[in-house]
C-alpha cells in the first residue's frame, strides 16, 4: 500500500518562502514519476512540476525561476522549495506518484500531460499567500 503524505503548507506574504515535503512509503517503484500538483476552488488540479526517474524535471511556467522540486531516494522523500510566493500560490498542494512498472519520461513534457496517469496521492497540504 502506498501511502503520501505532505508537509510543510502554511501561510506566507507575497515574497516569502516555503517548504513542502512528501514522504513516501509503501512501494513506489524506481521508474515511478512524482511531483506536485495544486488545486484552487475549481475542480481540476495543475501540475505544479514533476520529476521522472531520470531526474529530468518539467515546471508550469507560472512556477519557473520560484520553485525548486528535489528527491531523495534514499529517504524516499520529495520536497518542494518554493521562493517569491504570489497570491496566485495559494492552494492546496498535493503529493503524487505515477507508478507502471515502466520508466515514463514525464520530466520531459508539460506537468499536466500525464496528470490522469497518477495513480497514487497524498491528502493535500494548504498553502495560503497573503498579506
Known amino acids: 500500500q502506498v501511502q503520501l503524505v505532505e508537509s510543510g503548507g502554511g501561510s506566507a506574504q507575497p515574497g516569502g518562502s516555503l517548504r513542502l515535503s512528501c514522504k513516501a512509503s509503501?512501494?513506489?517503484?524506481?521508474?515511478?514519476?512524482m511531483g506536485w500538483f495544486r488545486q484552487t476552488l475549481g475542480p481540476e488540479r495543475e501540475g505544479v512540476v514533476v520529476?521522472?526517474?531520470?531526474?529530468?524535471?518539467s515546471y508550469a511556467d507560472s512556477v519557473k525561476g520560484r520553485f525548486t522540486i528535489s528527491k531523495d531516494n534514499a529517504k524516499n522523500t520529495l520536497d518542494l522549495q518554493m521562493t517569491s510566493l504570489k497570491p496566485e500560490d495559494t492552494a492546496m498542494y498535493y503529493c503524487?506518484?505515477?507508478?507502471?512498472?515502466?520508466?515514463?519520461?514525464?520530466?520531459?513534457?508539460?506537468?499536466?500531460?500525464?496528470?490522469?496517469?497518477?495513480?497514487?496521492w497524498g491528502q493535500g497540504t494548504q498553502v495560503t499567500v497573503s498579506s
Open positions: 503524487a506518484a505515477y507508478t507502471s512498472g515502466v520508466p515514463v519520461p514525464c520530466g520531459r513534457f508539460a506537468p499536466d500531460l500525464f496528470l490522469e496517469r497518477y495513480n497514487h
Open positions: 509503501g512501494l513506489i517503484d524506481s521508474s515511478a514519476c
Open positions: 520529476i521522472d526517474a531520470g531526474g529530468s524535471t
